[in-house]
């Protein structure tokens, strides 16, 4: 009886949680990254091609929904075109189109753990970006990285270094906050634990809670990633957090 009560329990959680993100574009029109009237231009900053779509889904629907301008830089170390061509077909999936998409192929950013990336060249990289399209927000890794990745907290380091290197302090940094193992693989039911959490932990205007308003997009974006698409990562996109929300955090210039 009791194992009936708490099966019922997390379905009518989950059929909530659900229903919260089919219903979330009113209550994130506060959202700190709505200025009234203003399209912002927006750097999402990853380190491989299917990071987009396993980790930062909700943030890029977001963005794109409100016509804001989403531009995306990443490296592509590895198996070359195919990783590039992949990343083309998936940001096509959330409406971003491909002359917003950087591709590096830089021998100082290696693919693979025990690579070191080169902290000082990423921050001239995206300082260039910045300039060039005019961005007045960056996305990307806190320093974790979502999984440990040390690539992943390369890039968190690089984005650190231009905002410490650089005088351009009108350009917002935010980074993606990592959770536990159990918050990792509970799905649409984080987004509970993420509101709480963030507004337990950090002032008001310092995080932002990003429900996907349309969450199968991440599950057809990262198929794009052919060449990835094995059982582990359909099981991840399916049962991840990151797929339903994003918490993010501003990072102190």
Avoid at 9 to 20: D, I, M, N, P, R
Avoid at 51 to 60: A, N
Wanted: hydrophobic content about 40%; glycine content about 6%.
């Amino acid at each position: 009886m009791a194992w009936l009560s708490i099966i019922v329990s997390v379905g009518v959680t989950w059929v909530a949680s659900l229903y919260k993100i089919l219903n979330s574009s009113r209550s994130q029109s506060n959202s700190v990254f709505s200025r009234t009237g203003d399209k912002r231009n927006v750097l999402l900053v990853i380190a491989h091609p299917d990071d987009e779509s396993m980790f930062f889904s909700p943030t890029i629907n977001y963005m794109t929904s409100r016509a804001h301008n989403v531009f995306i830089l990443c490296n592509a170390d590895g198996m070359g075109n195919i990783r590039k061509d992949e990343l083309y077909r998936a940001c096509a999936v959330f409406k971003v189109p491909p002359e917003h998409v950087k591709i590096l192929d830089q021998v100082d950013f290696q693919d693979g753990f025990g690579k070191v990336w080169n902290h000082n060249l990423l921050a001239k990289i995206v300082e260039e970006e910045v300039i060039t399209h005019a961005i007045d927000l960056i996305i990307t890794f806190d320093n974790y990285g979502v999984s440990g990745h040390c690539n992943h907290r390369d890039v968190h380091h690089g984005i650190c270094n231009f905002l410490t290197e650089t005088s351009r302090g009108n350009t917002e940094a935010w980074e993606l906050i990592s959770t536990n193992i159990f918050r990792k693989y509970s799905g649409p039911l984080d987004i509970w634990l993420s509101i709480l959490s963030s507004a337990m932990h950090y002032p008001r205007g310092k995080f932002q809670c990003l429900l996907n308003e349309h969450p199968g997009k991440s599950f057809l974006a990262m198929s794009e990633h052919r060449s990835q698409w094995v059982w582990f990562r359909k099981l991840f996109v399916s049962f991840s957090s990151y797929s339903y929300v994003n918490t993010l955090r501003r990072i102190n210039n």
